[in-house]
């Protein structure tokens, strides 16, 4: 039997979001938050807007593209792109794991829409890379529940009549996004910055802009998602004039985190601290034989959303596999040595170590004889299954 790491991450949370809150953050700092007061008041609205031109400044978004708060986190931002923007042009629509295939739902069910052509693919593996530059497309950067990403963008045409619609949810942050290919880009606070959920974020491009104001989709579209006015886009929304009212507390966390951010070095910090974290997961997994990645291939394996398979489970009925892992997180839980590491029910049974910037890569280090110990323990509970 091993016997019981002594010591603990600092941080137990690895969840994949809400994330680890970044190393410097203190409750305290909420003091300066708008609460009780307007997001309409000039205070308010200055805020608001601060918190774009830092999303710009920080996540090098383009002079020219519309940054806007969101109501409904990042679904909330990926569905107004949806209701706003599709019907137009046929639409692809990539699938590689749990959320993009909501969005497959939404596009087929919800707005019925038939020229569609769906790209899906296993856990752990992605569709073929091709972009047809004549229709819309709508992919995940990064799937948080497949422990897969894109490589990168240069399989999207520069030149394109569609638009490219992008779940960046967990992407935002932890990549250094491509702007140019990317015509709508939608995350929420909770994952890449570590911040509280609540909004999402819309990064528009100028043809995104465009066709918001040239085309006119035709179903109804609730008042959430109406960002023009009689044609012309609502400009206030991409200033901080948010469609309804957004939580002013978590807006103060949001740029809580955002200063962080800054203070790290910004895109350049943050990549590197992904880059760190999963560096020590990857040494680890690469030497441990009980643990495999999710995805086979190291060019579309996320550094961020880490997914890791356990062989010994794997000739095991689904049923039972869940119930190991359960009790694998269970212990780690009671032990407050990690949070939330078990994988998405909707995703094949496996872990799952958020390794994005906020995590620390000296709690990574400190959680491997945990994750150790925790097999061998559930091993035994489970009569070596
Ligand atoms: C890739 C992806 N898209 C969308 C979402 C939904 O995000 P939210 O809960 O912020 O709406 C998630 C949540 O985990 C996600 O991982």
Known sequence: MMPKPQQ?????????????KPPSWQLDHLQSALVGRSHRSLEGKAKLAQLIEKTRSILKVPEGYRIGIMPGSATGAIECALWSCLGLYGVDVM???????????????????????????DYGQLPPLVHNPDRDLVFTWNGTTSGTCVPNADWIHDDRKGLTICD???AAFCFDLPWSKLDITAYAWQKGLGS????GMLILSPQAVDRLQTYRPPWPLPRLFRLTNQGNLTE??????????????????????LDWA????????????????????????NKTSWVDFMAHDPSITSPIS????????????????????????????????????VNHIHAPPSLRIWCGPTVESENIELLLPWLEWSYQETLI?????
């Not at 203070?263 to 992904?274: A, D, F, K, S, T």
């Open 8 to 20: 603990k991450p600092i941080c137990p949370n690895f969840g994949s979001g809400p994330t680890a």
């Open 95 to 121: 699938a590689f794991d749990v959320f993009g295939k909501l969005w497959v739902t939404d596009v087929i069910e919800q707005l019925k829409l038939t020229d569609v052509n769906v790209m899906q693919a």
């Open 168 to 170: 960046a949810t967990s």
């Open 196 to 199: 509280e959920a609540a909004h």
């Open 236 to 257: 206030g929304i991409f200033r901080g004039e948010t469609i309804n009212t957004p939580s002013m507390l978590c807006a103060e966390d949001c740029l809580l985190s």
């Open 262 to 285: 800054q203070q790290i070095g910004g895109m350049e910090g943050l990549v590197n601290r992904c880059q760190a974290n999963f560096g020590v997961l990857k040494e680890w997994v």
């Open 306 to 341: 880490v997914c890791l398979t356990l062989p010994l489970l794997k000739d095991h009925p689904i049923v039972a596999q869940r119930e190991f892992l359960k009790s694998f997180g269970a212990l780690l839980r009671n032990e407050q040595a990690a949070f939330e590491i």
């Open 381 to 385: 509970e489970f009569g070596k299954l």
